[in-house]
């Protein structure tokens, strides 16, 4: 069986749904070259059974096994594999795994049963349950062989499972002291512990690799040597395939920033919200990047910071953009205590609209929690109504009232506590005295 799409047409198998019966399988008696192809929806999306065939350049998803090999010596290369239940699943044979993308899998990203002189080099493994998990009589190796320096794999933000977990056999993960090129050069980034586990009788070599800091004896259950390690990450390692699986590049841009606030890169992640809007006025993401952008400033107790920000967007030709920077702009009026310039914002809006009623719900619930402007939020209240009368505005506008009274009672419950304890029969202790026979520290005699 041949297969060959182009990089810009590739050749699709969709098979539905992932029945047992449902896969491309190339028997003993074949030899197959599949060159991008798009394979999705399959209970295995190549199945290979004691065939020499090599697999380049596809994208094969949402399967439960996304290539399964057994008794062969398969090529698998240049592939990008994800959202699937398990990544790829060697028995048997040896197979070569080079520079794959291997992305968003249930279990772990390669799983090697017996499989021999498995080199697995140079490949991205990246929000797996786990890494690599190995068993049977089997031998891999994350490190170069002859023509090829290094393992240069990079093997991140695995769940949590191990980015190796060897039961049976043995793994070559670099070796130090001889030819550099059998050195390991992986970027192991430690997420959870233990980042290696062996439990069997032969020493795992892991020398040479970086491990996201130094690494400690803790990081790693049965006996592995990975001093001498490497002190910052190998930029080289990982797949060179870009990571857009097919992802539109605006949800991209929203998905680095997600991740960036996610790590704490406040700044940056601010940033990269705003690039969107730059770069992709018309996105449908814009709106989510400028709330969830907005969001993290206030977080940070940054929100007033972006008000000229806001403003200049209220005109913005993405309806989204627009009715966004309204929302925050009159909460961030309210917060500060503007609640002139909040009203205005609102009153730039209609009842009429869903933003209309959206903005007037949330400057209600202002002004019941932060100024307790009961008569106020009622006219709000009172105007959301003349259009928009549903069982769920009736339940929010509810809800508003009902915390907010909430809120007073508590208020108020906290202040007579307080006058309580103030004029209260309990004698207020005013001054502290040291009993005359415990030890005072800067007199001598008390000893």
């Known amino acids: 069986m041949y297969v060959n799409g182009t990089s810009t047409s590739n050749v699709i198998f969709d098979f539905i749904n992932q029945t047992s019966s449902n896969s491309i399988k190339i028997n003993s008696t074949g030899i197959s070259n599949i060159n991008y192809a798009e394979i999705k929806n399959a209970y295995n999306g190549i199945y290979l059974d004691n065939s020499a065939s090599t697999i380049t350049n596809c994208k094969i998803h949402n399967c439960t096994y996304g290539i399964k090999t057994n008794y062969n010596t398969p090529t698998i290369e240049t592939n990008k594999i994800y959202d699937n239940s398990y990544g790829i699943y060697s ?6 795994i080079t520079d794959n993308y291997i992305y968003n899998i249930a279990g772990y990203g390669i799983t090697i049963n017996g499989s021999t002189n498995t ?128 992802v539109e590049s605006d949800k991209l841009l929203l998905a680095e920033a997600t991740e960036l606030s996610d790590m704490k890169s406040l700044v940056s992640s601010s940033e990269k919200f705003k690039q969107l809007i730059a770069e992709y006025p018309e996105s449908k993401y814009a709106g989510l990047a400028i709330a969830w952008d907005m969001s993290l400033n206030k977080s940070e107790g940054n929100l007033y910071s972006q008000k000229e920000y806001l403003m200049n967007n209220i005109k913005h030709e993405n309806k989204l953009v627009r009715e966004n920077s309204l929302l925050w702009l009159e909460t961030l009026h309210s917060e500060a205590g503007e609640v002139k310039e909040a009203e205005n914002i609102v009153q730039l809006t209609s009842p009429e609209e869903t933003i209309g009623t959206e903005i007037r719900l949330n400057y209600a619930n202002d002004l019941l929690n932060l100024y307790n402007e009961k008569e106020k939020a009622e006219e709000v209240f009172n105007d959301i109504l003349k259009y928009n009368k549903s069982d769920d505005i009736d339940y929010t506008i509810n809800v508003i009232k009902e915390m907010s009274n909430y809120s007073e009672n508590n208020l108020k419950n906290i202040q007579n506590l307080a006058k309580d304890i103030e004029i209260g029969t309990e004698p207020i202790i005013n001054k502290y005295e040291l009993f005359s026979n415990y030890p005072n520290p800067f007199n001598p005699a008390t000893k």
């Open 91 to 96: 028995y048997q044979g040896t197979p070569k």
């Open 119 to 246: 080199f697995i080099r140079k490949n991205t493994l990246s929000y797996c349950h786990g890494g690599i998990y190995a068993y049977g009589n089997q031998s891999i190796k994350l490190r170069g062989y002859s023509g090829y320096s290094y393992g240069l794999n990079l093997i991140q933000n695995y769940y949590s499972d191990k980015i190796l977990y060897v039961t049976g056999g043995t793994a070559d993960l670099g070796e130090y002291g001889y030819s550099s090129y059998l050195e390991g050069q992986n970027n192991f980034i430690k997420n959870s512990t233990p980042v290696i586990a062996n439990s069997t009788a032969n020493e795992i070599l892991a020398e040479k690799n970086y491990w996201n800091g130094t690494p400690q004896t803790s990081w790693f259950a049965g006996s592995i040597s990975y001093d001498p390690y490497l002190s910052s990450a190998n930029s080289s390692a990982g797949s060179t395939l870009d990571k857009n699986l097919g």
